[in-house]
Each structure stands twice: as C-alpha cells, then as structure tokens.
C-alpha cells in the first residue's frame, strides 16, 4: 500500500510540506492509507489507535514502511509518532492533539477515522453493541473534533483543516447496520454543524464518504466471489475499492487547494451512491 501511495506521487509536488496532523485510528484500512498519503506529502503525522497489542504492533509495521519510503528509521520517528487511547474517553483526543503541539508547535489538519462495525441482524442488536458503536463511532468522533477545534481556534494564526470519515451508509441503510448507519450520519451532520461554527477561526470542516472499500471491517464479506460480484455489478467504475483510495481525496481536503472549501461532504465510492436504482 506504501509503494502505491509513494509512486502515484513521485514525480508531483508535496502539497503538505510542514504541515502536522493528527489521524484517530490511524493504523489499519483507510486510516492507515491516509497517514501514508500525509507522510508521502511532506506533513508530519501523529497516529492514534486502541492501545492494544495488536494496534502497537500494527503501528510498528507502519512505522517500518515509513522508514523504507523516507530515508531511515532516524527520520520516520521523527515525522510519524502514536499515540494511543480510546477515543471515546474525551482525553483521548485532548493527549493526542496535545502530543502535536509539543512535538511540532501547531496542528494542522485533523481527521477523524476511528470507527468500528460488527455487522448484525436488526433483531439480535443489543444495547451493549449499540452502545459501543456509539461510543467509537459519534462520540468519539466529537471529543476528538472538540480537542482539534480547542486548538485550532486558539493557535496563532488561528485555522486548520478538519475531516470526518463518514460513509454512504450516512446516505443509505443497510439491513445489518441499523446500528452504524446513525453514527455515520452523525458524523457528517457534526461535520456540517462543526463547519458553520468554525469558520469564523479559520478552520474548514469537511467529510470523506468511502462506498464500498475493502478493509478489515468487510473483509470476510468481499472474499465471497457471489457477494464479490453483485457490488461490483453495482459499481459504475467496476470495482470495488482499496483503502489508498481515500488518500488523494483526504490530501485535497488537508492541502491548500480547498482553501474554500467547508461543509462539503465527498462521496468516494466509484459511483455507487448515483447506480443505486
């Protein structure tokens, strides 16, 4: 996933040079293939994820693929660094933010990723697994948004850019996701509300609308050939798509080149939101 990110880019400008960001879980899927674009792009980048061994682990490989693309393990932890925490404990996102600042001065562009999805029938929902969903997926997503506007507004010059990976399923239902549906809606109805009330600082708050995208949330489900199939069937590029899909679009969203561009909210899915009739 390194090299793709690293090769489309080669030859065109850094648009993130100097600038520090902060991603919530940052370490698989399309969080992952976000840091990858911001590093590949010049932009120092800090990582939030769980905490828990397999996330650690999961950071080191990622902090090893930085090394290879940027010179030398010297320079990588120089550039990338974790911070890990529960997003849905409010000083999750105040330590992440915090981090950034000590480590580079100011932060730039923040995006908000963390996100679970257990897939399951409408009837065997339970509180707990509701309850959890919104703690990662909604909750999560404002405490760490609150931190990133906190200092953003208060940085001199005041500003930044913040983005909240929300999903098609904000657009649509889906039949085992009655649970996961609502928060991604949230997040970018929180989007839209965030970018009315931080204007005024500078700061622009868009969202990021992934369609079908391969990651270990769907994994299981994309590897069965029928199942393959029909969503590719529905999908007008003809396939379906991979986290480095994401980065281009959240580099844009980070990089000066949508200077004016708040409140927005981009569907990347191949075209399957305008194919569903």
Not at 181 to 193: C, D, E, F, R
Request: charged content about 15%; aromatic content about 6%.
């Amino acid at each position: 996933m390194w090299r793709r990110a690293s090769s489309a880019s080669a030859s065109a400008p850094q648009l993130l040079v100097g600038k520090c960001m902060a991603i919530t879980g940052g370490v698989t899927g399309i969080g992952r293939a976000i840091v990858v674009g911001y590093l590949t792009h010049g932009a120092n980048v800090a990582v939030n994820h769980f905490g828990d061994p397999k996330s650690s682990a999961q950071f080191q490989t990622l902090l090893d693929e930085a090394a290879q693309s940027l010179g030398g393990k010297e320079e990588a932890q120089k550039r990338l660094i974790e911070v890990p925490g529960d997003v849905g404990d409010p000083e999750t996102g105040k330590r992440l933010v915090k981090d950034v600042v000590e480590r580079w001065g100011r932060l730039d562009v923040f995006v908000s990723n963390a996100g679970i999805c257990e897939f399951r029938e409408f009837l065997e929902l339970t509180p707990a697994l509701w309850n959890a969903t919104v703690a990662t997926n909604l909750t999560g997503a404002f405490n760490s948004i609150h931190a990133a506007a906190t200092q953003m507004s208060s940085q001199s010059p005041p500003g930044g850019s913040i983005i909240g990976i929300s999903s098609i399923s904000a657009l649509v239902g889906g039949a085992q996701q009655a649970h996961y549906t609502p928060t991604k809606a949230g997040v970018l109805s929180l989007i839209q509300s965030s970018a009315c009330a931080l204007g005024q600082y500078n700061i622009r708050c868009n969202a990021l609308l992934p369609g079908t995208i391969k990651t270990q949330l769907n994994e299981k489900d994309l590897e069965q050939e029928d199942k393959r199939k029909y969503m590719e069937g529905r999908i007008p590029l003809g396939r379906t798509g991979v986290p480095a899909d994401l980065a281009g679009p959240a580099v844009f969203l980070g990089s000066e080149l949508s200077s004016y561009v708040t409140g927005a909210q981009l569907l990347v899915d191949g075209g399957l939101f305008v194919n569903l009739q």
